[in-house]
């Protein structure tokens, strides 16, 4: 069996050898303080972020997808992330995937062992149909746990382009990986509790990789979600809301034109700011990818 306890993750942060006998608003204190250290580290990180994010920018404009892979805290976060981003960005739910040890039935019932499993990973990459136009990162909070390690060295003999989140330095899934980032978060506040700083620390970048990868193939526009599903009828007034922000309409003017637009927001929006037809807005988004940047770019110039 290997031995953990030399791993960063499992060292005794110094400060929390008395913390049962402080009162909850000095523990809060010392959480909130140990949770400063969080961006810190990531900030380090950010070139090794932009490089993963560079690479899945690519492969969404190639019809490949995004897949996450953990276990335990580390693929609840993933999965996550990957459920976030269809109501965010109007994106298929197959675009961003997340793949956890143990299945879906992990996200509520803990499998411990599920993570010590080094065949289930491919097994799973492989009903999901993997291809090497397929970004897969996986995500360790100790960088070394076999299921991650496994389903990343099967991503590689696919072709996929591979990165690994972790936060320990010199870690497992960083040498398996084409790139690695590696949060160096410190002990915890709770000996190995890696949901905290560790845990925050990937759902922190999970963000930054999916936002900015979204922003880059024309999500957003001019600060605003504008692949908005109007499924109810808050998303309609957010999406009301957005036309007349962006184009001066007033509230009524803003929802008449999406109305007719059968609340589309970008047709609205390249429509009513270069005075187009619908049809005319909806090709120049179809040449384009579907990228709203791209489109007003191009007709600009």
């Given at each position: ?61 190639k019809g490949g997808r995004l897949i996450y892979l953990g276990a335990g805290t580390s693929g609840r976060l993933g999965v996550l992330d990957a459920s976030e981003c269809p109501p965010t960005f109007g994106v298929s739910p197959n675009l961003v995937v997340g793949v956890i040890a ?18 289930i990973a491919q097994e799973q990459l492989k009903e999901l149909g993997l291809v090497k136009e397929d970004v897969v990162v996986g995500i360790s909070a100790s960088g070394r746990t076999p299921y991650v390690v496994a389903g990343l060295s099967y991503a590689k003999e696919v072709g ?142």
């Amino acid at each position: 069996m290997d031995d953990i306890s030399k791993l960063m993750t499992e060292q005794v942060n110094d400060i929390s050898v008395d913390i049962e006998t402080q009162s909850i608003g000095q523990i809060l204190h010392y959480m909130n303080d140990e949770n400063r250290t969080v961006t810190d580290a990531i900030e380090r990180c950010i070139p090794s972020i932009e490089k993963v994010t560079a690479v899945v920018v690519q492969a969404f404009e190639k019809g490949g997808r995004l897949i996450y892979l953990g276990a335990g805290t580390s693929g609840r976060l993933g999965v996550l992330d990957a459920s976030e981003c269809p109501p965010t960005f109007g994106v298929s739910p197959n675009l961003v995937v997340g793949v956890i040890a143990g299945g879906d039935y992990d996200l509520r019932h803990a499998i411990e062992g599920a993570e010590d499993d080094e065949t289930i990973a491919q097994e799973q990459l492989k009903e999901l149909g993997l291809v090497k136009e397929d970004v897969v990162v996986g995500i360790s909070a100790s960088g070394r746990t076999p299921y991650v390690v496994a389903g990343l060295s099967y991503a590689k003999e696919v072709g996929c382009y591979t990165g690994a989140i972790s936060n320990s330095p010199n870690a497992v899934i960083s040498n398996v990986a084409d790139i690695g980032i590696e949060a160096i978060t410190g002990p915890e506040v709770v000996t190995g509790s890696t949901r905290m700083k560790a845990g925050t620390a990937q759902k922190l970048i999970l963000n930054m990789i999916t936002t900015a990868a979204m922003i880059r193939v024309g999500k957003i526009f001019k600060g605003y979600m504008v692949d908005v599903q109007p499924t109810n009828q808050k998303l309609k007034q957010r999406a009301t809301n957005i036309l007349s922000k962006i184009t001066g309409f007033s509230q009524e003017e803003a929802r008449v034109h999406l109305e007719k637009n059968d609340f589309d927001l970008k047709v609205a929006i390249i429509s009513q700011i270069h005075h187009i037809s619908s049809n005319e807005a909806r090709k120049m988004l179809r040449e384009n990818q579907m990228n709203i940047v791209k489109a007003m770019t191009n007709k600009e110039a």
